[in-house]
């Protein structure tokens, strides 16, 4: 009788052991170092290929027609009219009169200057390229476009500049102020620029932040300070783009009251 009573004991104590032991087993992570080494050498492996070898065998890198320089044609003293640097970029950018957007100017606007090839305002390789290859012989120049986007995607320039009274700057950053053109990077699968996405793929950044008092004080950093109206009254914010993403659009508009502007189906008709 003792026997059994202490094999009755023994009993639930063994079938806990091994539920126990099941479960560790079966339903936990391997936490032994050659277990940890396994999970290693899948992962790191990986993420190498999905975030370093993959974008780059995804994207092929071009070259435009020629060099442009924006700080050059932004200078105030070669004669385009304009008193701000928002000013001077719309000479060239500007609204038509139905409103929409110009974009990337056409060759009417760049021989409003650039009128005769033979008399180059400078003595670069590019400006020779210009004048003779485009000037003279009357063609376009086939610019390759960062921003060119599916046609089921809807961006209006003229609201967030006239009514939503955005800079160039601020989605833009000192791309106004660039002494080159970015390499063009072209998705092999869709056609697009990289640029629509961000050249960034990880996704984070710091393009909109609060103005701290003393941090932004240059003439440089001015056109990037934005006041807005909030609950707890005005808070200035610092909003520079380095890349267009769908969440600094997302983020933009939220610190602007703007929320309904993040529904899938504003931007994506």
Known sequence: ME??????????????????GLLNSTFLPPFSLKGWLF???????ALIVGWVVFPMVLY????QPFNFSHVVHTNPDIGIEGETEQELCMYCHYFREDGTFVGIPGM??????????EFPYGQTED??????????EGKEVPW?????????VYFSHIAHVKMGGLTCGQCHGDHGRSETLPVYKENRLTGYSIDIWGRNIAGYSKNIKPAEAGMYETEDDEQYLRTIETEQGEETYHIKMSSMKMDD????HTIHHQEQNNACFVCHK
């Not at 390759?144 to 046609?151: A, F, G, I, K």
């Open 249 to 252: 659009c997302a983020e933009c």
């Open 108 to 117: 009417d606007t760049c021989t409003m200057c650039h009128d005769d090839p």
């Open 144 to 152: 390759l476009v960062y921003s060119d986007q599916p046609e089921c």
């Open 39 to 45: 999970v290693l050498a899948g992962l790191v492996p």
């Open 60 to 63: 092929s890198s071009q070259q």
């Open 127 to 136: 400006e020779k390229i210009f004048l003779e290859q485009y000037v003279a």
């Open 3 to 20: 026997n059994q009573s202490n094999a009755s004991e023994k009993r639930p104590q063994g079938g806990s052991n091994e539920s126990g």
